[in-house]
């Protein structure tokens, strides 16, 4: 099975008064000390990428929920930049250059999906399993390298690119278990939201989860995200102790015996912890903590 990859990363979408809009039209309050006119060019180029890349004027004012003057405006500005493009032949906007410079530089800083290439075929190959590699990126999670599983039964891995539910996955559990909590809400500003009927909804409850993720090494999605779906994940740190990503396995429930589950954290943990002590963390072959 081959990888995918994404090399440019969708967020959050767009802008009104001032606020950001999510995908599903709720508002965001932008952070103290934002500047309006930044949240708005953001909010551009981010619906943008959710369009596909390209977009016409009157549908980037739709989105962003900013009036056309104001959008063209601003696109002017972004074209001036090179982080837009004017499509020739089409009254439209496409994402330019210019962003997928930033994009290279970002993946380039610990160059993640390389790195990762031969855990991933270790753990797809030992456990069978689908394997994704993800990173925090300011307040989003975003899947950056999935590899399918190798049985002919097998869960739906997802797609790339951001992820809204860092409360109820094994990779996105992994990494927010070392933010601070006041980080966390406002990861999540309309609260945790419930995907099956056994998602964490409850901060409090959320909390004492990541208490045992931070104790244990590693982070678990009993079906928490998809019905049907268990997944094991661990936490990737860098030269500072900093997390820089994490790498988690999936299998649906019908091969989650306790041993096939001890597989999955083992094999996660070793690569996650390979992967750390080549970015230079300090420690970072000591023993795994016994299970809480």
Not at 74 to 99: C, D, Q
Not at 221 to 245: L, M, T, Y
């Amino acid at each position: 099975m081959s990888d995918t990859a994404i090399g440019s990363i969708p967020a959050a979408s767009g802008v009104s008064n001032g606020s950001a809009k999510l995908s599903n039209g709720s508002a965001k309050s932008p952070h103290r000390g934002s500047i309006q006119s930044v949240d708005r060019a953001l909010s551009l180029l981010e619906s943008l990428a959710e369009a596909g890349g390209e977009a016409s004027l009157t549908d980037l004012s739709r989105r962003t929920h900013l009036n056309v003057s104001t959008c063209h405006h601003l696109l002017s500005t972004l074209v001036n930049w090179g982080y837009v493009a004017k499509v020739p032949g089409r009254r439209s906007y496409a994402l330019g250059a210019r962003v997928l410079y930033l994009g290279h530089a970002c993946l380039r800083q610990v160059d993640l999906p390389r790195r990762a290439q031969a855990h991933i075929d270790r753990i797809n190959q030992v456990t069978g399993e689908s394997v994704h590699v993800a990173v925090l990126q300011a307040d989003n999670i975003i899947t950056l390298v999935k590899r399918e599983a190798r049985h002919a039964v097998r869960v739906d891995s997802g797609m790339l690119g951001r992820n809204d539910a860092p409360h109820a996955t094994a990779t996105g559990k992994a990494m927010i278990a070392w933010v601070p909590e006041d980080q966390i809400r406002r990861m999540l500003p309309d609260g945790l939201k419930r995907f099956t009927d056994k998602t964490i909804v409850d901060f409090d409850t959320l909390i004492e989860e990541l208490r045992h993720v931070r104790r244990n090494g590693f982070a678990m999605d009993r079906e928490e995200f998809q019905p049907g779906v268990i997944c094991v994940g661990a936490a990737i740190r860098d030269h500072a102790g900093a997390v820089v990503g994490a790498i988690s396995a999936s299998t649906p429930t019908m091969r989650a015996t306790e041993e096939h589950l001890d597989l999955m954290r083992r094999e996660v943990i070793a690569a996650t912890k390979a992967m750390s002590a080549e970015l230079g963390e300090p420690g970072s072959l000591q023993p795994i903590a016994a299970v809480e």
